[in-house]
């Protein structure tokens, strides 16, 4: 008799398990393929499915380039993301494209979003609304190569601080072989990377100007300033031959084979440059102009929930997203991918502003601009095309400068 009780408890176990099992509501993620934000997103998945038994969370990647594309042709097809992860550059497609629903206030009120995160949050917000919040945030640094910088008499423990001591040491580590052709860069180009927010956000600004109208629907960069600026960034390979658009396709790829003393990135790359066995390297602020005048770029990917999502589905999203903005995600986000905690007060605390590697970045988020993109990679694009007319055609700075305003002007234009 005891056996039979047993028995029906356990079967009577099994049963409940089995509903509860496939009363779980399942929501899916989307994010683009990166190695450290796909494991972050690992673990703060298996954390929260811990915390939240009744909900299961399936992660889905991409190729970066094909991500927008795949999401669009998704929510066509009612298949889109419970939750999403964007770049705050492309809210305004993803809103015309109603992929997207604003956040709940209950669940997500603007006095508390606007009091615990960083200012650039906003950018996040239109009409009234906000469709995303992030994470983690990114400024940009001077990663420098600490072996490079010894072996060229360099003193690794005192990197460049203005722009003439950069250009300087550039020309001590860069290396050509007989024929001219660079084999070790000084300062990596690449419009591609992070140069266009180096050149558009700092040094425009460093040489005088200002890239865009307050509100970032006029573009004012077509300027003697802006000019001298972008003739200042190609100089760099036309007369300092210190570096070279291209070389080993990516900025990156050449810093982290060893073969370029210095470049301009983000916060995101502390994960995989982490991950490199006997490379030493250091980061520090962007340099400053002569006057000693600093400026950075300050950006981040958000999480939204798509716009289709109802039900006990927008329960679980909200309960996610709420998830992926406390403390504790911020922490593994930063241990992880080594961007900076989205609220002040995660970010700010005194280990991290007084560690020497998320300390440059931290400090360059006080004096950062946030570019209000309509559509950032059609922006980019003019860019990199205004970089390349003068290192591969033989254009004027000026000329060159010329055109690229009229086309993202007619890009901003067309979006509003």
């Known amino acids: 008799m005891r056996k039979a009780l047993l028995l029906a408890g356990l079967m009577s176990g099994i049963s409940l398990f089995s509903v509860g099992s496939a009363n779980a509501v399942e929501i899916e993620y989307w994010q683009y393929i990166y190695e450290t934000r796909v494991n972050a997103m690992d673990q703060l998945i298996e954390k ?14 991409f ?32 809103v015309a494209g109603n992929l997207l629903q604003p956040l709940p206030q209950d669940a997500f009120p603007h006095d508390a979003i606007e009091s ?96 865009y109208t307050d509100d970032y629907r006029k573009v004012t960069y077509d300027s003697p300033e802006g000019t001298e600026a ?30 370029a003393g210095m470049t301009i990135d983000g ?45 006990e589905k927008l329960e679980a999203a909200e309960k996610f997203l709420t998830y992926l903005t406390s403390p504790e995600a911020m922490e593994v986000w930063l241990e992880v991918v080594g961007e900076l905690p989205a609220k002040r007060e995660v970010a700010l605390t005194d280990e991290n502003v007084s ?17 209000l993109f309509v559509d950032e990679s059609a922006q980019r694009q003019v860019a990199i095309d205004m970089a390349n007319r003068v290192l591969l055609d ?6 060159s400068i010329k055109e690229a305003a009229e086309e993202e002007q007619t890009i901003i234009d067309e979006a509003m």
Do not use: C
């Open 394 to 399: 033989g254009q004027s700075p000026a000329d």
């Open 230 to 259: 972008l003739e200042f960034y190609t100089n760099l390979q036309l007369e300092e031959k210190v570096g070279q658009a291209g070389f080993m396709d990516e900025a990156q790829a050449a810093f982290k084979g060893g073969r």
């Open 116 to 211: 615990e995160f960083f200012p650039i949050v906003t950018a996040m917000k239109r009409d009234g609304e906000y469709y995303g919040l992030p994470t983690a945030v990114r400024s940009l640094a001077l990663f420098y190569n600490k072996k490079l910088f010894e072996e060229n008499g360099l003193d690794p423990n005192s990197p460049p601080q203005t722009l003439d001591d950069m250009v300087a040491a550039a020309k001590a580590i860069a290396k050509h072989d007989d024929a001219g052709n660079i084999t070790t860069e000084g300062m990596t180009l690449d419009m591609g990377g992070q140069d266009h927010q180096w050149w558009r956000e700092v040094l425009v600004r460093q040489f005088g100007g200002v890239p």
């Open 267 to 311: 916060t995101f790359r502390l994960g995989s440059f982490g991950q490199i066995t006997d490379f030493d390297w250091g980061v520090t602020e962007l340099p400053a102009n002569a006057d000693g005048m600093r400026s950075n770029y300050s950006s981040y990917f958000a999480n939204g929930i798509g716009a289709k999502v109802e039900g």
């Open 355 to 371: 560690n020497p590697i998320y300390g440059p970045f931290l400090k360059g988020l006080d004096y950062a601009h946030t570019t």
């Open 48 to 61: 929260f499915e811990e915390a939240n038994p009744d909900i299961t969370v399936k992660q889905t990647t």
């Open 63 to 94: 190729p970066y380039a094909d991500y927008q594309t795949r999401i669009v042709a998704a929510n066509m097809a009612g298949k889109g993301p419970d939750v999403m992860q964007l770049f705050y550059g492309w809210l305004d497609k993803f």
